[in-house]
C-alpha cells in the first residue's frame, strides 16, 4: 500500500485515543490559521484555541495521558535488546515519554490552566458559543485588541499556544506510536460490506481504513462488542448517499499499540 495513493479514515476505540485525535485536527487547525495575517484569520485562531481549551476541561485527562504514556514506555523497553530496532532513537522516545509522563503527574490545575486566567478568552468563551457571537458590541475590548499590530497580536496567540506544547507533543507521540505499530492488511468488502469477528483479547485503540484514491466510495465504521462492520457507500453531498454496490479492495490497520 502507497500512502499517496489512499485515503485513510480513523475510528478510535477509546475517550483518550478520541481526545488525541480531536486535539491533532484542532492544533493543525490553528497552525494553518496563524498563518492568515487578516484580523479575521486571528479571529478565527482565537475560536480555534478557545476550542482546544474547552476539549482539555476534563480533570482526568492528564491522569489518563500519563497512564497511557507508561504503557507506550513499558512497551517500547521490550524492544531494548532488539538488534533490529534503532537504539538511539528509541533511546530518545523513551526519555520523552518519560518526562512527559512525569510532567502531568507533577502539574496541578488542568492543562492550559493559566489560559483559563485570561479575562478576554474567559469572555469570549462566553460571547463565541452564541452564534455571531464575538461582535465588536459584545466585547469592546475583543475589538480593541484586534485592531493591534499584527506583530503584537500574534506574539500573544503563540505564547498562548505554546500552553499546549505539553500536550501537543504527548498526543502526537501517542498517535504516532499507534500508526506506525499497525499494519495494514488486505481485505475485500463485499457488494460494499465487510465484518468481522473481533478478538475480545485485543487491546484495540483504532481503526484506520485505507481506500484507494480511484475508488469513489467511502466507508462508514461501526463496533459492537463481538463485530466489527465497515459498509461503503457512494458519496453524495446533495443526497442522502446509497451503499456502493460492487465489490471492493480496501486495507485495514489495527491499532492496538
Not at 485562531?45 to 504514556?69: F, G
Not at 538511539?88 to 518526562?99: A, H, R, T, Y
Not at 457488494?191 to 481504513?209: H, K
Request: glycine share 4%; hydrophobic share 35%.
Amino acid at each position: 500500500m502507497n500512502p499517496t495513493d489512499v485515503v485513510s479514515y480513523e475510528q478510535p476505540l477509546n475517550e483518550l485515543t478520541r481526545v488525541c485525535l480531536r486535539l491533532e485536527h484542532l492544533l493543525n487547525q490553528a497552525d494553518h490559521e496563524i498563518k492568515d495575517e487578516s484580523i479575521q484569520g486571528t479571529r478565527n485562531v482565537i475560536a480555534t484555541l478557545i476550542n482546544i481549551l474547552q476539549l482539555l476541561e476534563r480533570p482526568d485527562l492528564k491522569a489518563k495521558l500519563a497512564t497511557e504514556l507508561g504503557q507506550q514506555m513499558r512497551s517500547l523497553s521490550r524492544h531494548e535488546a532488539s538488534p533490529a530496532v534503532d537504539q538511539s532513537k528509541l533511546d530518545v522516545v523513551l526519555k520523552q515519554l518519560d518526562k512527559l509522563s512525569q510532567g502531568f503527574i507533577n502539574d496541578s490545575g488542568k492543562i492550559g490552566h493559566t489560559l483559563r486566567e485570561i479575562e478576554l478568552l474567559n469572555s469570549l468563551r462566553l460571547h463565541l458559543s452564541t452564534p455571531g457571537g464575538g461582535c465588536n458590541f459584545d466585547s469592546p475590548l475583543y475589538h480593541y485588541w484586534l485592531k493591534q499590530p499584527l506583530q503584537k497580536r500574534q506574539s500573544t496567540i503563540r505564547a498562548w499556544l505554546a500552553e499546549f506544547d505539553n500536550v501537543r507533543l504527548a498526543c502526537s507521540l501517542i498517535l504516532r506510536l499507534m500508526r506506525e505499530e499497525a499494519r495494514p492488511h488486505n481485505k475485500d468488502a463485499t457488494s460494499g460490506f465487510y465484518q468481522e469477528l473481533l478478538d475480545s483479547q485485543t487491546n484495540l485503540r483504532l481503526l484506520r481504513v485505507h481506500v484507494g484514491k480511484s475508488i469513489e466510495a467511502y466507508p462508514e465504521i461501526s463496533l459492537s462488542r463481538h463485530f466489527l462492520s465497515i459498509r461503503f457507500y457512494v458519496p453524495s453531498i446533495a443526497v442522502r448517499p446509497t451503499q456502493y454496490q460492487r465489490d471492493l479492495p480496501f486495507w485495514l490497520s489495527y491499532c492496538t499499540a
